[in-house]
């Protein structure tokens, strides 16, 4: 592509390009124009992008004449294919033009870059196509504009203010007086287009060049680390240039001036428009905050799952210090509550953290799947033992056992329950809770069967032992005894008590100490095969909510 396409690309729409007629002939003429546009050396884009939008009004009123005109099947869709192809052609001419001109000659390329955005700006309609056509929207586009403009800029600034400083030191003043005429007629064309550079840019005397090249450069380069800082979770990084910044546009009010126009147009702002730094720099460190916050969710989360509760209980210290400082309402804001929100939030989990049972503390998602297998086996005990049989009742009791201390611990660390779900699929305390109500019922009947027939003989101290036992083993499974209340009504621990203090009253001696183990020992004495009671041996594998094991599997 020669330069001299540039004249084409940015200039006006053709005076003649609006046709009278949608006729066959003006058709033919019309399509061998096009072709002439764009084969010739310039291409006339324009004049291409205007026959084509033509025909595409006309195809969108008169669908009929025009498909009947042009033979096409689908003439407005067709046609545009065929414009979105004029477009992206003349955006790779454009690319290519550039990149020759910043190289050679970077006025020129600045120049490019303003002359394609005014065009833009004057004709809206045909920027959101091109923008469409080329697979970006329209403010991105813009964007790619600003900083082709600033790109070019620079490079004309450090030029041109080296060239200016070498012809004054060498006594050149008609070439250096020359050299500041054009550098004016750049700041000219730049007012005319609503894009005036800082006044530090406007005048070559009387301003530190080096310094503000080196400035500009030091704050693009800062940028980049800034946004590498936050990917790479480094905030003290982050933090730090921010701060930097900050303190330097507080102290070089002029200076910021420059970082002002450049800033904007790296960030697709108008490059007029003031920025308040106070409040730019603020919403940078509302932006570290944020991903700040995301990180060290994630960082509790691991701490979580590995146990370690003071890692935990550290970094949500660390967050509560951080609302309750000056910026915490506007922190709280960007992490999408209020402050009193982010403070209750905090103080919960904190809470929590802090009433776990000590031993739970060290208790992980590895300890819960050792457990996990565990139960499994005690499942498997459990369908392939004679129901109401000693291995039957102990695979029972230890099951719920570990049931309720997994409740327990979901109950008071729902992180850990959170982690424990993503890495197994097992939700606590639902799950856990399921099997320990599935034990109660099937444990529940066969006792109630055995105590009743221990009754019925007159043996009174079986009975009292059995109760006993069911005491012992409440006691020692608090989640346990609570779905039992639950299950069977708040009075159902103290019936239990009253059948025991009332059989040794008849028994004539003090309630027994039994260990849990009893439970079986007593099923084993009574020589019941547990027919009687009538229990599935896979009540707690096919609980509602597939048991522990199910879940696990």
């Known amino acids: 592509m020669k330069i001299r396409a540039l004249s084409v690309l940015v200039m006006v729409l053709l005076a003649g390009a609006a046709f009278a007629a949608c006729t066959a002939d003006q058709w033919k003429i019309d399509l061998e124009l096009a072709q002439t546009y764009l084969s010739s050396d310039p291409k006339n884009y324009l004049g291409a992008i205007n026959l084509h939008r033509t025909w595409i009004e006309y195809a969108k009123t008169q669908p009929e004449e025009v498909k009947a005109i042009t033979g096409l099947p689908s003439p407005a869709e067709d046609l545009t294919a065929s414009l979105n192809n004029v477009y992206r052609d003349a955006a790779q001419a454009i690319v290519t033009s550039y990149s020759d001109l910043i190289a050679k000659d970077p006025v020129k390329a600045a120049e490019l870059g303003i002359a394609v955005r005014k065009y833009f700006r004057d004709n809206p309609a045909i920027a959101s196509e091109f923008a469409t056509a080329i697979g970006a929207s329209r403010a991105t586009m813009f964007i790619t504009l600003d900083k082709a403009i600033r790109e070019g800029f620079m490079k004309v600034y450090a030029q041109m203010a080296s060239d200016y400083s070498r012809l004054v030191k060498e006594g050149k003043t008609a070439e250096a007086a020359q050299l500041s005429a054009s550098w004016d007629k750049i700041m000219a064309d730049l007012q005319a287009n609503g894009n005036p550079l800082p006044e530090e840019f406007r005048k070559f005397t009387g301003i530190d060049l080096d310094a503000t090249i080196d400035m500009v450069r030091a704050f693009e380069k800062d940028v980049e680390a800034y946004k590498a800082a936050i990917y790479a979770g480094d905030f003290d990084k982050a933090f730090a240039i921010s701060a930097k910044w900050e303190e330097f546009c507080t102290k070089n009010p002029q200076q910021a001036q420059a970082l002002n126009y450049f800033f904007n ?90 009433n776990i049972d000590p031993a739970f503390t060290s208790e992980t998602v590895e300890s819960f799947k050792k457990d996990l297998a565990t139960y499994q086996a005690h499942v498997e005990t459990f369908q392939n033992s004679v129901p109401g049989s000693g291995d039957w009742y102990g695979a029972v009791a230890q099951a719920m056992t570990l049931a309720d201390k997994w409740s327990r611990i979901a109950i008071q660390n729902p992180s850990l329950a959170e982690e424990i779900r993503k890495a197994t699929g097992v939700n606590l305390p639902q799950d856990s809770d399921n099997v320990i109500k599935a034990g109660l019922d099937a444990a529940m009947q066969d006792t109630a069967v055995k105590f009743t027939k221990a009754l019925g003989t007159g043996d009174f101290t079986q009975a009292r032992d059995l109760l006993t036992a069911w005491r012992k083993y409440l006691d020692e499974n608090p989640r346990v005894k609570e779905l039992a209340a639950e299950k069977w009504g708040p009075d159902f621990l103290g019936t239990l008590e009253r059948y025991e203090k009332g059989l040794t009253t008849m028994i004539g001696g ?38 522990l094991g199910g879940a696990g599997q």
């Open 265 to 354: 147009a790296a960030n697709g702002a108008t490059p007029r428009t003031k920025i308040d730094w106070k409040a730019a720099f603020q919403g940078l460190r509302l932006e570290i905050y944020e991903a700040m916050f995301r990180a060290d969710c994630q960082a509790y989360s691991a701490m979580i799952a590995k146990g370690d509760l003071a890692g935990a209980k550290a970094l949500v210290a660390k967050w509560q210090k951080i609302i309750a400082g000056p910026e915490g309402a506007l922190i709280a804001g960007k992490l999408g509550t209020d402050l009193a929100g982010a403070e209750a939030f905090l103080n919960e989990v904190q809470t929590k953290l802090e």
């Open 510 to 547: 003090e309630a027994t100490t039994a260990p849990v183990s009893s439970t079986s020992d007593v099923a084993s004495s009574t020589g019941s095969t547990g027919d009687d009671a009538g229990t599935d041996p896979a009540a707690i594998e096919t609980s509602p909510a597939g048991g």
